[in-house]
């Protein structure tokens, strides 16, 4: 597992600022056993604190703070969450995996989502282009265990392809992705009963000398015109290495149901024993402007 | 600890069925410690998630499905359970042992009440003939933890005693076993201010050949007359091995209590490793069929 | 981590009494990791499970006893918390530490502030002398965590130094502590919004041969002549060897706020092994008789 600490500073649209600690600790356990035949059945379970949320068990947007400590000042701050999350079980053999519970989902693993990890927090994930419209592990609560979530994912050489379903609005989601000359191209679609839930996504991810770029699309739905809404979501994001324990990332994003084009710098710096220094700035879609910096350690 | 994971098909007497993802995970923490003079003090807790419910903290009878995510199926899922349970605490010297907190409970312990484990996720538990009737090892729960739940386990050669005591409606129960030619009587009796607790049950158990047989009977309060009330209870139960990784269980119950005769056969196959696969199939003591599927891996 | 279980003995002012069993598990998880320059960044985090309460997550005073099980006797038992508590994040160097999260709190880390641990339970903790008002780490919840708690820590040879901050009331505090020819001199103040936060206190502990010995007092606001209520707080506290693996510890304590003098002794036998039995009676301020009597064990 990691932890991380360290200063965030918020500023939104309607001009409400607050600066204040921020922190995870996550605890991951990866528990496995292997048949006489080579099959590995496990569960992935963590155990893991925030300090994203308005209270306990209730997390927040960047874009809503509030008073919760009654102070008069702004915060956002504080809830904690003290159990294991949803465990994912699987049973994997050569390059097939079933996994059933609190699955990945296969929008949320496919290539491109994560393009980056912008700055200590991650900030606002706006490059993140399906936008958490579909299953996705949940780190702090139940995802799609116990509502039938089932997945399987299967590579061989190049190619990798992930189908997941579950009874969250009967959500069935896919992706392909083929790897040719160290450049990574993805397609999924998503059929499901939730409005706003991704319909499909594309994604190209590779290197250019000493960065690495990705270009990513989904269609979040048709464009309501709502801020908040729905539509189409673009990502254009990057990585390079400046030095030989530092990389800055940077990305730019824009959506339908965005009221500003999103962009970030974050830097990375190796201290060593899996220790880093790290720190970025970001204005979200929603004009907000985010600031962190601080140190994450893993264990 | 284990996980296991399959498919749970369920199918009530008024005819309402579904097929759901089952899982179960369990983390056993067992810390002990050994003074000079030999005692083992410890303490044993589980971190566990199952599937088994309606909502997080609230399980419920496989009898009573209903359509938790609102999509109009119906639905036998989803609970979280996110921590520790409930302490068991103990001192061991030999063959005594003295426990408290969240206490095994000596009904729920008396050889014979587990005479078989069902398929993969032990399906109603009709065979267990004093029906949870008394102070038991809460994995998900507190148990008899902050109730003052105490008990004392004895054994010297083939006689074991347990005598248990907890503020859950004043309950002392306790049993005498012993072991003659392969084969173990244990006698028990509670005494308690709840109505419908045991009173008195009764095991026998040993071999035939290839063959584990028990017989066991409880006396959960007078015949009411009421389906879910209070009568007789009785449980004949087998295991056979098939083969050298393979054995199979079967058993049959009544209960003055049931509508029907509760019936059912499973199969585990050893996969090697700590894992297998298991699977069952049932007909509950109202009238709920139950079939299970799925692998249990040890870690 | 550790375990500990035994009874404990309550006799209110009211006349209210109760013999129960009390318990805690404590499982310590710290996780650190070290940069190539040598700095430690690491999180300590709880799992710890007390039955110190009225119901789950709500502890209580001892002289408020109720009959949480309406079974119409008078107890004191019961709360099962079951997941990790607020974490504490540092980054240590040499003599520096920084701390953020669910600090350990300058007051509650003084020098002189625990200068005993009564019986097996602790007892009331009237030997306490800021008597809890103010920051400190948290075993069962959340602390300063998601409050901004944040503090720094100073030693060079004899000199320790340590400053504390977060948004509960806006506390700040500090102490200065010296250590002198085996006496150690230790001086805290605090600013907060709270009503009843202490504003200053002061300790002086060390040796008379066999005999460690503390003197404290802390000015927890103006006395109020309320039981309750604020005012000064003195306490007088001892541990003698007796034996080679015996101690016995005594303490008197007065507050402007108690009803009656606190006072109390008792004894911890080392078992070995990381085993000891313990046991202590105190008379607490506000006039309730507690006896305790257990062992406890690490591991």
Redesign the interface.
Known sequence: ?Y?R?GILYRDTAAGVDST??T?R?R?Q?D???????G?V???R?R?Q?D?DGLA?GVSAAPETPIDA?G?G?I?Y???????????R?F?RSGGLEVG??NIYGALEFMPGMYPIDLGLTGHSYDYTAYNFRGDAYDSD??GA??????EVLYSAGDLSVHVSAS????RIAGFVAYTWNGWTFALAAQDS?IVGDTEWAATVGGSFGPADVTLAYAKNGDDTGVIGGTGDHWVLAGRFDVGAATDVEVYVADADYFTDTSYGVDFNHD?????SLRGGISSTGFDTTLVDFG?R???
Chains 1, 2, 3 share one sequence.
């Open positions: 597992g932890g600490f204040d600690v922190s600790f605890l356990i528990a496995t056993a292997e048949s006489d035949a099959v059945f496990g569960a379970v155990i604190q300090n306990n400590d102070d000042d915060d701050r504080g809830r904690q969450e003290t159990g294991i999350n949803g465990v079980f049973a059933v519970g609560s139940n265990a116990g509502l039938n979530g089932v009874d969250v609005g009967d009963d201290l060593g024993g899996g220790t140190v350690f893993n264990f």
